[in-house]
């Protein structure tokens, strides 16, 4: 007995429905393939629904190969795990990039930054991270009106979240707090920014803790026009350790923190 094939199911039922009155709109088979696996997540984790949804929106999401988070497979400190985005292949492409923005899957406060590149940032910067245990790493590019998403796991023991942190561990910890380290690097057509800043990050996780930590970096040309910004969460490590590529500023930068109890710090560079 010959079978009909699913396409032609389709078709007909779309026939009759027409005949019904119905407005019925047929998208051809390559358009449905491209809806239903645009999205299909590489690193296959229940969460990803979610996030795309707090994070990204209603906006179109493709994963992306040029969107490169590099990360050790195993994370031996979960309280310190490095983590790299670089997405310079995607820049490359012309559009500007307006927005990045990077989580954990797993963490109990999963966002780890917002940044915004605005005149003078680009899409390639490093920072190190707290796991709270083995998750996936997101990271997402806003180009145009879509959001280009990039990924890694990390494999790890845990508890880089709710362990206590410098202050608890070191006694001597107030000596330096506030101390913002930095140097500024020339390459080909780029700066990179190195900067370090003594905090002690406490996500408010434990008891008896409150929390205390970085919340903004803000970029600031000679002229004292912001050309960057990047918002944190206290996912990142304590002593927050940023490495931002810039686009050439003749006179460095001036860079300044700020912290939820309202503390702020600066810092100036030049070539």
Not at 76 to 91: K, N, R, Y
Not at 135 to 149: L, P
Not at 223 to 248: F, Y
């Amino acid at each position: 007995m010959a079978t009909l094939s699913p396409l032609i199911t389709l078709q007909r039922f779309a026939a009759f429905l027409a005949a019904l009155g119905w407005l019925v709109v047929m998208l051809p088979p390559s358009a449905l393939a491209t809806e239903n696996t645009a999205e299909k997540d590489p690193l296959n984790s229940f969460m990803w629904p979610v996030y795309r949804e707090r994070f990204l929106g209603d906006a179109p999401v493709v994963f992306d190969e040029r969107v490169i988070v590099n990360a050790p497979g195993f994370a031996e400190d979960s309280g310190q795990v490095p983590i790299e985005l670089d997405a310079s292949a995607l820049e490359a492409s012309g559009e500007p990039i307006t927005d990045i923005i990077a989580w954990v899957d797993l963490n109990p406060i999963p966002r780890l930054f917002r940044y915004s590149p605005m005149s003078h940032g680009l899409a390639k910067l490093s920072l190190n991270i707290r796991l709270e245990q083995a998750s996936a790493v997101r990271v997402a590019v806003k180009q145009g009106d879509t959001w280009h998403v990039g990924g890694t796991y990390i494999e790890a023991e845990g508890g880089g979240c709710t362990t206590p942190g410098i202050a608890s561990a070191d006694t001597d910890w107030e000596n330096t707090f506030g101390e913002l380290q930095g140097r500024l690097f020339a390459n080909e057509g780029e700066q990179r920014l190195r900067v370090r800043l003594s905090h002690p990050m406490d996500s408010g996780l434990i008891p008896s803790q409150p929390a205390f930590y970085v919340q903004s970096f803000e970029l600031l040309d000679q002229q004292g026009e912001q050309v960057a910004a990047l918002d944190i969460d206290a996912s990142v490590s304590a002593n927050p350790t940023l490495g931002l590529h810039m686009r050439p500023s003749p006179g460095g930068y001036v860079i300044g923190a700020r912290d939820n109890n309202g503390n702020r710090f600066s810092i100036g560079l030049q070539p």
